[in-house]
């Protein structure tokens, strides 16, 4: 797949916006928190003059004796460490102590927002307003709904706000149809129509690895983002339709018939089995060996052993590329003719608590990074390979710019 995505400038409407590492668990990195929020939970927008706001365990624990030694009516010390309600007092006017307060709900936030948006860097800009609002809000919170649900109707609203004025994202086989000729693959298409692949700890629980896979997550975007928001508040994160009547200031009969709504819609989108039940099904050792073949045939450039790890209908995509292919016999053309045209290493990782694998192309300069393979299984065989070539996609990753522990040479 000799196309050099990676000296693409990929130009978004908006401007080009800087990717940065958004995964779960970082709890103690910056938080760039957005402006106040209004009663109903809406987070305004961010603006770039805002304060960053980092979280610090240690510099917590020393606020929150400080607040115990000055301020002991209003806060209640034990071994170090202040209890929740005073925590809140404390952080709706010490940056450290909100840091540390929401730090256990960023990573969850924003899996929720990735779910509602599909986009790494949106769900990444909604996070951050909504933290903000939520600094900025903290002192008209009065404790009559859990901080969860309240920091989650903040997040939900700044989610609305941003799909409300940017198109729905896809992947490419809702783009456009399959082609047959291997020779034109298109124009890539740089404006923000993709969804893009999120980086997930693989040791992440089963029910949050399957509710970002990438076909659920793309499969989500063919609703109205309120029904969007409710199926997900409701289904995924289990709130009760009174939670989420009020996170979207609307009443419980909406959102029930909001709900069945979602679930007919979500009916009527094809897509593959969760991807976890396949992966538990193949065990430990099926994975294994399936890695191991699908490195072994692409590092080889191996057809037929490709072929033979893939079923009939497979289907291969490589956004911001518009072209994508559909059987085995039209991939199995553009695997020979296309994508074995260079040699490649690769390397496993996971994506959207899938499989997949870094893929570094050789150049005259050495291997690069030139795609992020995502794998969809149907039993052990594999359904569909998507593969993401935007410099851009593989940003939250961390991935290395030439293959750790392989060559950096050119050739095979």
């Known amino acids: ?59 917590l624990d020393q606020s929150a004796s400080e ?13 170090g460490r202040v ?33 509602m948006l599909g986009s790494v860097q949106d769900a990444e800009d909604a ?22 649900s309240w920091l989650y109707r903040i997040a939900t609203n700044a989610c609305l706000r941003i799909a409300e004025r940017r198109s729905k994202l896809v992947l490419a086989k809702d783009f456009g149809p399959a082609r ?21 700890d693989p040791e992440a629980s089963y029910e949050l690895r399957e509710s970002v896979e990438l076909a659920f997550v793309a499969a989500l975007q063919h609703l109205p983002a309120t029904q969007r928001a409710v199926l997900i508040l409701r289904e995924v994160l289990a709130f009760s339709a009174a939670e989420v009547a009020v996170q979207l200031d609307t009443t419980v009969a909406s959102v029930n018939s909001a709900l069945q709504r979602a679930r007919k819609t979500l009916d009527g989108v094809p897509r593959e089995q969760s991807q976890q039940a396949a992966l538990r099904d193949l065990g430990e050792d099926g994975r294994r060996e399936l890695v191991t073949a699908f490195v072994t045939a692409f590092e080889k450039a191996d057809v037929d052993g490709m072929l033979a790890l893939l079923v009939e209908d497979v289907r291969f995509t490589m956004p911001p ?7 085995i016999t039209d991939v199995g053309r553009f695997f020979r003719e296309r994508v074995f045209e260079t040699p490649w290493l690769l390397r496993p990782t996971t994506a959207n608590g899938q499989l997949a694998f870094a893929c570094y192309q050789s150049t005259p300069d050495g291997y690069v990074l030139g795609a992020l393979n995502v794998l969809t ?28 522990g392989g060559e950096d040479r050119a050739g095979r």
Not at 67 to 79: E, N, P, Y
Not at 185 to 193: H, Q
Not at 321 to 327: K, Q
Request: hydrophobic share 35%.
């Open 1 to 59: 797949m000799n196309v050099h995505i990676r000296h693409l400038r990929l130009d978004r409407k908006c401007g080009e916006r800087q990717r940065g590492n958004s995964q779960e668990g970082h709890g103690d990195r910056a938080l760039r928190l957005a402006p106040g929020i209004s009663d109903d939970g809406e987070a305004c927008m961010l603006q770039p003059d805002q304060r960053v706001i980092r979280a610090g365990a240690s510099d």
């Open 83 to 115: 209890e929740e309600q005073e925590l809140v007092e404390l952080a709706s006017r010490d940056e450290v102590a909100f840091g540390r307060l929401v730090a256990p709900y960023r990573g969850e936030l924003h899996a929720h927002c990735y779910r």
């Open 377 to 404: 299984l149907r039993g052990d065989k594999i359904v569909e390979i998507t593969g993401f070539l935007d410099p851009a996609s593989h940003a939250a990753f961390d991935l290395p710019a030439t293959p750790p």
């Open 180 to 200: 047959h000729s291997v020779d034109d693959l298109g124009v890539p298409v740089t404006e923000s129509v993709w969804v893009e692949p999120y980086p997930l």
């Open 67 to 79: 607040a115990g030694r000055t301020s002991a009516k209003h806060f209640v010390v034990h071994d």
């Open 321 to 327: 590329l518009p072209a994508w292919y559909s059987g």
């Open 127 to 148: 996070v951050q307003n909504a933290l903000l609002g939520a600094w900025q809000g903290l002192k008209a919170f009065e404790g009559r709904s859990s901080l969860r």
